[in-house]
């Protein structure tokens, strides 16, 4: 089995801003649901429920999404419980 490469990886989902996040569609057009903001201010995936199966890039991919959406709200509350921690010493 041939392994993509990280550009054919990159195009394999295509990420469409809406309110409050993105909506998720493979490259062929399917959508697979919504990343949303929860009430916590992180993102989650909502997955469209469905019958079939996705490869394990597809599951990887959207990770790497949501990891990279939630970077700057994780160094915030990093930031917020230094300075916290600091002024408590």
Do not use: C
């Amino acid at each position: 089995m041939q392994r993509l490469t990280m550009r054919q990886t990159q195009s394999l989902l295509n990420y469409i801003p809406i309110q409050g996040g993105y909506q998720v569609y493979y490259e062929n057009g399917v959508y697979l649901g919504d990343i949303l903001t929860d009430v916590d201010g992180f993102y989650y995936y909502w997955p469209e429920l469905r019958g079939g199966s996705w490869a394990s890039i597809v599951m990887r991919l959207i990770a790497d999404k949501l990891d990279e959406l939630n970077q700057p709200w994780e160094e915030e509350i990093e930031r917020y419980f230094n300075e916290t921690h600091k002024v408590l010493e």
